[in-house]
C-alpha cells in the first residue's frame, strides 16, 4: 500500500506539474509556444487553431477518395440508395417473444385476469374527467365573454 501511494503521489505532482505549464503558458500570447507547450503534455491533444497556415490549407484542399463515386452527387453528399434501404428493412429483426411480465401487463390491460381491474376502465375515467373539466372551463370562459362583449 505504501509502494501504491507513493506511485500515487509522484503521478499527482507530475499532473500538478502540467497544470503549471498549461496555466503559465495560457497567459503567454505567443501561439507557437502554447503549442510546445500542449505537445509537452500526455493527455491534451494539440489544437488545430495553433497548426501552422500551409498544414491547414493542405488538409482542406485534399478531396477525400470515394470507394464508389457514383453512390454521391455534385455536393459531395450521399445519395439516397433506396435498394440499400430496402435490404437493410428487409434484414431487421422481428420482435422477441413476450415475457412473462409482458403477457401478464397485457392479460390487466385487457381486463383478464381475475382479481384485477381493467386499465382501460382507468383510461376511460380519466378520458372523461378531463372531457368534463374541459366542458367546465369552456363554460367559464363563454360567461366571462358574454358579460364582457356588451361593455365593450
Given at each position: 500500500m505504501t509502494a501504491h501511494s507513493r506511485e500515487l503521489s509522484a503521478e499527482i505532482a507530475a499532473l500538478e506539474f502540467e497544470i503549471h505549464q498549461l496555466n503559465d503558458a495560457s497567459s503567454c500570447p505567443d501561439p507557437h509556444q502554447?503549442?510546445?507547450?500542449?505537445?509537452?503534455?500526455?493527455?491534451?491533444?494539440?489544437?488545430?487553431?495553433?497548426?501552422?497556415?500551409?498544414?491547414?490549407v493542405e488538409s482542406t484542399a485534399a478531396e477525400p477518395e470515394r470507394d464508389f463515386p457514383g453512390l454521391y452527387n455534385d455536393l459531395g453528399l450521399r445519395k439516397f440508395d433506396l435498394a440499400g434501404w430496402w435490404l437493410r428493412m428487409k434484414r431487421l429483426e422481428p420482435l422477441?417473444?413476450?415475457?412473462?411480465?409482458e403477457q401478464l401487463v397485457t392479460l390487466i390491460a385487457t381486463g383478464r385476469h381475475h382479481g384485477h381491474t381493467a386499465l382501460r376502465r382507468d383510461t376511460r375515467l380519466a378520458r372523461n374527467r378531463f372531457i368534463l373539466l374541459t366542458l367546465v372551463l369552456l363554460a367559464i370562459l363563454w360567461s366571462i365573454l358574454s358579460l364582457l362583449i356588451p361593455q365593450l
Open positions: 502554447i503549442q510546445t507547450v500542449l505537445e509537452g503534455t500526455r493527455f491534451l491533444q494539440p489544437e488545430p487553431l495553433y497548426k501552422a497556415e500551409e498544414e491547414l422477441p417473444a413476450p415475457t412473462k411480465n
